[in-house]
């Protein structure tokens, strides 16, 4: 069993979850199988309660279960397969504990963090470790020195001093901040964040400095003095413009050895020529796409990521850089819809809850129907395109979802779980991956290119099936259902360029090196459209002028 914790120290945000994916990525590439983990010292039992604005992104795996957006990272960097298993918050492993002291399974004995709460934390790190594993990289949220990091820290010492130093490496992620009034970057920082650590008994074998510049070798040698840690594990992390480049970086520095070598692993050398010809793509586009996204978080980007990932990665597949418009959805009026949307090749609706922005959506999507400009709406984004459908072409003014009406009179869609009796876990939820059967000749069958695909979930209300022939007498299509027809998962408008609203989450399965087909029709679509839409002249001015501009 060899396991990699990465902490982080001085500020958080350093990237910690990208650089044990970046150390994943690496071990992959010489052929060894890895399993990503991460532990969230907070007391929610999972972020799924959590809003957007607060915790960015809930990342859905295939088991149904409502994740930080750190697995969203392990999975676009590596291949391992995640479950709820590979993420703890202390309010998951208290929930553990009281309910087996109310079970009286601890005999009488006094319940405490150590050792209860520790071997918790124990028990799920090792429960991954399965045979077929090589490596273990475990992530822990938060910063060292915050007081509910600490059971986390100790559970992590112990596990070095049970499995043994061959077994255990620590990668440490901290800051070396540049202090422009002395015109230098400061270790000190680092330095004390590694001396809290080792107040905790862990010793950091890798120290990932984040920092605007390169590492002098006078502050390799500093930081290495200082911190007992040998000059070639002092690796610079230095800011990039693309998140996937952190690889290469990190093996350039030759990370991926030094890990092999403290944990005594004999690998095949690496291969990193895939995703390198991906960086090269991502380097040189040929040219750029723009997509208007019309959503209710787009002030916090982080509330979309693997959303914004999944764009990226459909550009890539066309060698375009896709260039995202946030248009906040309350902004958009009958009025104002053509002055917002006019400059974008394409436009999306993403995932959403609640009543505000609905409005704005829906006139977003009629322009875009209406002015034939491809359209990609996910989850709320296809009941939405389906509401708007069955008013302004059906005729039926007043169709709404019964989330936003729940006295609503034609009820497009509605909790059919519920009234189904069916209670889960997720609150009537319908979580995770479901099948998905694709009719032959729609543009989702032609975009897959199979015949029933698996997707993931995040939401409450179903399409009534009531409503199927007002939708399909007036020209859209169902082309995506569960073989047991229940739930509608896909609908499309034939004759409109591209045109197409899920019920489900593709972007949650979308990689740099194999890119979601449905993004990658969209933005085929949309890159047609903005060809049609700007002549030669204005295609090479807006060129000139989107390179001018950093995103
Ligand atoms: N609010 C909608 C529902 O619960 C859509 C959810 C989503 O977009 N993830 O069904």
């Known amino acids: 069993m060899k396991f990699i914790f990465v902490t982080g120290g001085v500020v958080s945000s350093l990237g910690k979850g990208i650089a044990g994916a970046s150390i994943g990525n690496l071990l992959e590439s010489r052929g060894l199988t890895v399993t990503m983990q991460k532990m969230d010292p907070y007391l929610n039992v999972d972020p799924g309660t959590m809003s957007p604005f607060q915790h960015g992104e809930v990342f859905v795996t295939d088991d149904g279960s409502e994740t930080d957006l750190d697995l ?34 601890y005999l009488g004995k006094t319940v405490q963090v150590i050792p209860h709460v520790t071997n918790e934390l124990k028990e799920a790190m090792l429960k991954i470790a399965t045979p077929d594993i090589d490596v273990v990289i475990v992530e822990v949220g938060g910063t060292v020195g915050d007081i509910e ?9 112990q596990m070095r001093h049970e499995l043994g130093r061959d077994n255990v490496v620590f990668v440490h992620v901290t800051l070396v901040p540049y202090i422009a009034a002395a015109g230098e970057l400061k270790t000190k920082p680092t330095q004390h964040s590694v001396k809290e650590l080792r107040a905790l008994g862990i010793q950091p074998d890798i120290l990932v400095c984040r920092t605007e510049t390169d590492l002098s070798r006078e502050i390799r040698e500093k930081i290495s003095s200082f ?28 990370v991926d050895e030094i890990v092999l070598e403290l944990l005594k692993i004999e690998a095949k050398p690496r291969n990193l020529e895939p995703w390198k010809e991906m960086l090269d793509r991502l380097t040189h586009p040929k040219d750029d796409v723009v997509i208007g996204i019309v959503g209710k978080y787009v002030d916090y980007e982080d509330s979309y990521k693997s959303l914004k990932e999944s764009l990226l990665h459909g550009g890539l597949a066309h060698t375009l850089r896709t260039r995202i418009k946030w248009i906040e959805a309350e902004s958009i009026t009958r ?25 704005g959506m829906l006139e977003g999507i009629r322009y875009a129907r209406e002015n034939k400009i491809p359209y990609f709406g996910i989850c709320l984004g296809m009941q939405t395109m389906v509401i708007e459908y069955i008013r302004n072409v059906c005729g039926i003014q007043d169709a709404h979802s019964t989330e936003f009406e729940p006295a609503a009179e034609n009820r497009v869609f509605f909790k059919l779980r519920e009234l189904k009796g069916i209670e889960d876990l997720g609150g009537t939820m319908r979580l995770g991956s479901w099948p998905c059967k694709l009719q032959p000749g729609s543009l989702a069958h032609e975009a897959y290119g199979q015949d029933e695909v698996h997707e993931r979930h995040r939401h409450r209300f179903e399409f009534n099936r009531e409503f199927d022939r007002p939708l399909l007498d007036h020209g859209m299509r169902i082309s995506g259902e569960t073989p047991d027809a229940m739930y509608v998962e896909i609908c499309e408008l034939p004759g409109h360029p591209w045109y197409l609203g899920c019920q489900f989450h593709p972007e949650f399965k979308s990689r740099p090196l194999e890119p979601h087909p449905l993004f990658v029709e969209f933005i085929r679509a949309s890159y047609k459209y903005r060809q049609s839409r700007l002549s030669e002249d204005q295609l090479n001015e807006e060129r000139q002028f989107l390179r001018t501009r950093v995103q």
Not at 149 to 157: I, K, N, Q, T, V
Not at 227 to 254: G, H, L, T
Not at 342 to 350: E, N, S, Y
Request: aromatic share 8%; with cysteine; glycine share 8%.
């Open 149 to 157: 990091s600490l059971p986390f820290m100790e559970a992590m010492r």
């Open 335 to 359: 009025e104002s819809a053509s002055r917002e949307l006019a400059d974008v090749d394409g436009i999306l609706v993403p995932g959403g809850f609640g009543n505000r922005g609905i409005d």
């Open 72 to 105: 969203g990272h392990y999975e676009r960097f590596t291949h391992s397969k995640l479950s709820q298993a590979n993420n703890w918050t202390s309010g998951r492993i208290y929930e553990r504990i009281l309910a087996k002291e109310r079970r009286g399974d």
């Open 227 to 254: 911190c007992d840690v040998r000059k070639e594990a002092v690796i610079a992390a230095r800011d990039v413009d693309s998140v996937y480049r952190i690889p290469v970086n990190f093996a350039d520095q030759k």
